[in-house]
C-alpha cells in the first residue's frame, strides 16, 4: 500500500500564491485591453439611405456636452473595408473628438453584410455616396453643417475632389491620397521590385505584364481575355476586380484638384510609402492648390503608405501585440496631434 503524498504548508502556500499571482497578471493584462481600447467618445449606428439602399455606418461624436459638432466624414481606400476599418480608425476618431470634431464611417457595399458590392462602384458612385451622407448629416441636429469636412486615404485621393465638387466642404484630410491610377501602378510595381531585391530579368518580366496589361484595359478586354493573355493563370485576379480597375484606371485627380481651392487642406505623406509617389502627390498638389496658401504638408519619414510606423507594420507580430496592447502607438509620431491641431485651428 503506498502513502499519500501530502504537501506540507510551505508547499502548498507556494501553490496559492502562484495561482494568485497568475489570476492578478491575467486581471491586469484584461485591464490594460480595457483601457487601451476605451475611447473617450460614444459611438452609434446609424443607416443612411442612398440611391434606393442603406449605407450602414457609426458615428462617433465627442463626450463635451456640446449642442452641435463639426463632423469628420471618412473616404476610404481600396480594399473590402468596414466602417471602423477593423477598429483602426477609433485612435483618429478619439483625436477628432478631442478636438470638438464628430466621426462618420460606413461599411462598404457587400462588407459586413452590407447591401451591393464595392467593386461595382467607380470613383463617382463613391464621391455621390460621400455626398449623400453629407446631406445625411446636415439634416441632423447634433451636426454642424457649416462645419463638415472629409478624412480619406489612398485610392481617395480620386474621391475626394469630386465630392467636394458636388457639395461644399469646410476642410480636407488627404492621407497618402493617389493622384493618376496608372503612374500610381507603375510607381507601385517597381517600389516593390526595388524592396524585393528583383533581379533585371524578373523586372523586365513584370513590365511586360504590366505593359500588357495597360493594352487590355485601352481595348476594354474581358476578364476572359485578360487570362488568356497571361497564359491562364488569373494570379488572384478575379472578374469582379477586373471590372473594378476597368471602371477606374483612366482615374486622374489632377484637374479636379481645382474644386479644393480655397478650402483648407492638410496633406499628409509618408516617407517609406511604395504604394503613393509621394513626390508626385505634393508637387501636383502645390501647384493646384496652393495659390490659395490654405494647404498644409505634414511629413513623416518613417510612415508607411497607412501611415504606421514602419517598424511595426514589416512584422505582422509587432501588428498584432500593438494593436491589442497599445492601438494608438500604431500610428507615426505625431500623426494623430497633427490631425488633432489642424481640426482645432479650424
Excluded: C
Excluded at 211 to 220: I, P
Excluded at 256 to 278: F, I, K, M, S, Y
Aim: hydrophobic content about 40%; aromatic content about 8%; cysteine-free.
Amino acid at each position: 500500500m503506498h502513502p499519500q503524498f501530502r504537501p506540507g504548508r510551505r508547499g502548498l502556500r507556494i501553490v496559492v500564491w502562484s495561482l494568485v499571482a497568475a489570476v492578478v497578471v491575467v486581471a491586469g493584462l484584461f485591464g490594460v485591453l480595457l483601457w487601451q481600447h476605451s475611447y473617450d467618445m460614444d459611438e452609434q449606428r446609424v443607416s443612411i439611405r442612398h440611391g434606393g439602399h442603406t449605407l450602414n455606418g457609426v458615428l462617433a461624436t465627442p463626450k463635451d456636452g456640446r449642442r452641435r459638432h463639426g463632423l469628420v466624414v471618412y473616404v476610404h481606400g481600396d480594399g473590402p473595408v468596414d466602417a471602423t476599418h477593423d477598429q483602426g480608425y477609433k485612435p483618429m476618431w478619439e483625436a477628432n473628438a478631442e478636438a470638438g470634431y464628430a466621426s462618420l464611417s460606413w461599411d462598404k457595399p457587400g462588407v459586413a453584410g452590407a447591401p451591393g458590392n464595392w467593386l461595382d462602384q467607380s470613383m463617382d458612385d463613391r464621391a455621390d455616396e460621400a455626398a449623400a451622407a453629407i446631406a445625411w448629416a446636415r439634416a441632423r441636429p447634433d451636426i454642424d453643417g457649416d462645419r463638415i469636412g472629409l478624412w480619406g486615404v489612398s485610392q481617395a485621393g480620386w474621391v475626394l475632389p469630386k465630392v467636394a465638387a458636388k457639395t461644399p466642404v469646410s476642410f480636407v484630410i488627404a492621407v497618402s491620397p493617389a493622384i493618376n491610377w496608372l503612374r500610381q501602378g507603375r510607381y507601385n510595381l517597381l517600389a516593390e521590385l526595388r524592396a524585393d531585391h528583383a533581379s533585371t530579368a524578373r523586372t523586365h518580366a513584370a513590365i511586360a505584364k504590366s505593359d500588357t496589361t495597360r493594352g487590355l484595359l485601352e481595348r476594354h478586354a474581358t476578364f476572359e481575355a485578360y487570362v488568356k493573355a497571361m497564359g491562364g493563370d488569373a494570379d488572384g485576379m478575379t472578374a469582379d476586380r477586373w471590372g473594378f480597375i476597368s471602371k477606374n484606371y483612366t482615374a486622374d485627380a489632377t484637374r479636379e484638384l481645382h474644386a479644393l481651392r480655397g478650402v483648407p487642406v492638410l496633406l499628409t505623406l509618408a516617407g517609406q510609402d511604395v504604394n503613393v509617389d509621394t513626390a508626385d502627390t505634393e508637387r501636383t498638389y502645390r501647384e493646384a492648390l496652393d495659390t490659395g496658401g490654405a494647404m498644409t504638408v505634414k511629413r513623416y519619414p518613417d510612415a508607411s503608405h497607412s501611415l504606421l510606423k514602419q517598424s511595426i507594420e514589416r512584422s505582422d507580430l509587432k501588428i498584432t501585440l500593438t494593436a491589442l496592447l497599445s492601438p494608438r502607438s500604431l500610428f507615426a509620431d505625431g500623426f494623430l496631434d497633427d490631425q488633432r491641431h489642424f481640426l482645432r485651428e479650424l
